[in-house]
């Protein structure tokens, strides 16, 4: 009894003692089961007994992400974290804890995967980074059970935090861009699908995904381009990665209808949709949005169009008739084009609808490719003779304005 009341066990050991004897006995006991894995449990134990938390937390780490232990149904990784994980977790780095239990929960059915990761937001609620992970791993699990709204919810409590500290860990920043990504891709729209791949992108380039990842979110995202109502510019995905991806896999075809479309190349568009129709026609989304892909075109050719007639050097009017030519349209359904594209405010001017003109005084930024700024240089270049040509002119009407003048 005064073992008892001094916190002692049955047999006379501190509560601390038995823990260490029955992660010993467990350590022992996985060895015999496991003979495969006989030295990595024997490498645990020696990173427990000697108290290297960071170490043995980065060992676990590993463990967890053996080949061996693909497709099992997580009995032995449970049985770790039952047995053993769990009397120390509190030592650990409550971001590495959070990030160790959700690679746990993924040898789970979802509920039980839930349920885990629910259990773990109160022990590391005082790292935001932590418990935002949690969060996003929670709405990706609430996706995956068909409930969208409730991924959403947890998304929108994840993305304050997201926002609004700086400097956060990588991991977390993969985490909710990847789940967000993943619920745009099913719920829509496209425009936002594209905007939270592109950011996912910028933390965990291709490269560093698996190869079928790779692929997947270059099409899903060349796809996203292409029926996305608010993206009227390439030029950011055309110099990414993705379209070297698509390139050198069997969607080339999509990489190929990207450059047209930047391009604005209307009779390139027509040659691609007839060389290519067998794989247009297996993409639900494209035949669904057929006539918003005629439209969206037309309305790139005439922003390829414009973007030559404004600038220091360019007369900024363009004819009804020239553009009906490029964008190979009646001349009567110009107007109705111009009106179309002020009123997404890809382009701003006056049309004179007398003289069948159109004065064009701003055009959308643009993330420009080569061969464009190699037209922008021109432009430059021209604008600069001109300027060369009127000081000239100055200085012989007005000498007074020359090098002697008091200013």
Known sequence: RLAAAAGHGAHGQ????????DIGSFLQKQREVHTDAADDYTRLE??????????????IADFVTQPRLAGSDGSEVAELYDNFIKHFEGKM???ALAKLVIGISKFFPNERASLFVTSLVDKVGESPEAVTLCKTELARLKLAAGAPTDCRALLDEAEVVVNERAGMDVDVH?????TLSAYYKAQGPASDFYKSALLLLSYQPLDKMPQSEAVALSFDLGMAALVATSVYNFGELLQH?????????????LAQLLRVFNA????????????????LEQQPALVSHAAFLKEKIALM?????????????????????????RARLPIDEVELLLMRAMSLKLIRGEIDEVEQIVTVSWVQPRVLTTAQIGGMSELLSKWKEQVGTTLVFLE????????????
């Open 14 to 21: 501190p509560p601390a003692a038995m823990a260490a004897a």
């Open 46 to 59: 020696e990173l427990y007994n000697r108290k290297l938390w960071h170490q043995l937390t980065l060992a």
């Open 93 to 95: 780095n409550s971001l």
């Open 174 to 178: 993969i985490s909710f861009y990847t």
């Open 241 to 253: 990665p993705v379209v070297a991806m698509l390139e050198a896999s069997e969607h080339v075809w």
């Open 264 to 279: 604005g190349d209307i009779e390139q568009y027509e040659q691609l949709i007839a060389t290519h129709s067998a794989h």
């Open 301 to 325: 050719s005439l922003m390829e169009l414009v973007f030559g007639h404004v600038g220091p050097s360019a007369d900024h009017v363009v004819s009804f008739e020239l553009i009906a030519q």
């Open 396 to 407: 012989s009407e007005a000498p007074e304005f020359g090098n002697d003048a008091n200013f």
